[in-house]
């Protein structure tokens, strides 16, 4: 009778196919803005793009929270699971903001230093999809795991940088002009710093399960 039970039950397994396809929602996204800081006609549908990863990665996160709730055993902490998947969800949410600027500012055209802190984005959301399926064998995997985990905060650090040059050459090209192409731009730049530290956070996260388990 209890094996029947269990058969029913969702397996622990299951919690890593849902990090692997909520990550490669939040590679797609973060691919999709950096389609957006490119610029150009086809803004509006990188936008878009943008917003369906988003709305993909809201149904994935809700999975993985109903799961916590109804799986007899996680591989491990349940409060963890919450907190990784939710820092995961966060970085999403935040591109989305920044393509919900765009369209609001009706933006068309990026600055170097943005579409450079766009490719630094992807590098993080690609590094977050390679340390997830290591956490299936944390013992064997703490050295990469903690390698992977310091290179995203190297690039938060680098786009903080970038962040703050661009603020720079920004006010330095419209100080005698257009005030508000300088306050979009600030807003831009701002969103973007966002989510790279939300990437952080989701290293933060995968940090302290690596702490706990070893």
């Known amino acids: ?80 699971i919450t907190a990784l998947i939710t820092a995961m969800d966060d970085a999403i949410d935040q591109m989305q903001q920044t393509a919900k600027a765009v369209l609001l500012f009706e933006v068309r055209e990026f600055e170097p230093t943005m579409r450079e802190m766009g490719g630094l984005l992807v590098e993080c959301a690609q590094l977050v999809g390679r340390a997830l399926p290591l956490l299936q064998a944390i013992g064997a995997n703490v050295s990469l795991l903690t390698q992977i985990t310091e290179e995203v905060t190297k690039l938060e650090g680098r786009v903080d940088d970038l962040h703050d040059i661009g603020l720079k050459e920004l006010y330095l090209k419209h100080r005698h002009g257009n005030t508000m192409d300088f306050i979009v731009g600030a807003e831009i730049y701002d969103h973007l710093e966002k989510v790279a530290d939300r990437f952080d956070d989701v290293a933060n996260e995968i940090n302290s399960i690596v702490i706990e388990q070893v």
């Open 1 to 80: 009778m209890m094996r029947w039970f269990r058969a029913f039950l969702p397996r622990e397994e299951r919690f890593f196919d849902l990090f692997a396809r909520h990550s490669a929602t939040v590679v797609n996204g973060a691919q999709a803005l950096q389609g957006v800081l490119r610029g150009g006609d086809q803004t509006l549908a990188f936008c878009q793009k943008v917003n369906q990863f988003e709305s993909e990665a809201d149904g994935i996160t809700r999975e993985v929270l109903t799961a916590v709730r109804r799986t007899f055993i996680t591989p491990f902490d349940r409060s963890d």
